[in-house]
């Protein structure tokens, strides 16, 4: 079971940290990605974390102003996000996989809830 949390209002050019606190299964065994799906539009990818956490990949929308990172000893994976936009208004959603270390939806086999970010201008 994965839990968000850290969602929030911000202004434009604020930042906020998301968390994802597992529970039950061994969190390491895990890769992690972080989605998040604003009104009207497909879930989309915006970042991934490996296992030990030595490997993170980015969406290019993202990239340059977010930030992954995981604790395996707290079982919680991290997503810090700075220079925040509007178009960064979305709910962000955590993601475990036991097998694949993707960029799609499919490739996940845990969600968790989400939790709403939303950005003024």
């Known amino acids: 079971q994965l839990q968000a949390s850290g969602g929030g209002l911000v202004q434009a050019g604020g930042s906020l940290r998301l968390s994802c606190t597992a529970s039950?299964?061994?969190?390491?065994?895990?890769?992690m990605g972080w989605f998040r799906q604003a009104p009207g539009r497909e879930r989309e990818f915006i970042a991934r974390?490996?296992?030990?956490?030595?490997?993170?990949d980015y969406a290019d929308s993202v990239k340059g102003r977010f930030t992954t990172a995981r604790d395996n000893a707290k079982n919680t994976v991290y997503l810090q996000m700075n220079s925040l936009k509007p178009e960064d208004t979305a709910v962000y959603y955590c993601?475990?996989?036991?097998?694949?270390?993707?960029?799609?939806?499919?490739?996940?086999?845990?969600w968790g809830q989400g939790t709403q970010v939303t950005v003024s201008s």
């Open positions: 993601a475990a996989s036991s097998w694949a270390y993707g960029t799609y939806r499919s490739q996940y086999n845990y």
């Open positions: 039950g299964g061994t969190f390491s065994r895990y890769n």
């Open positions: 974390l490996s296992r030990n956490g030595d490997n993170t």
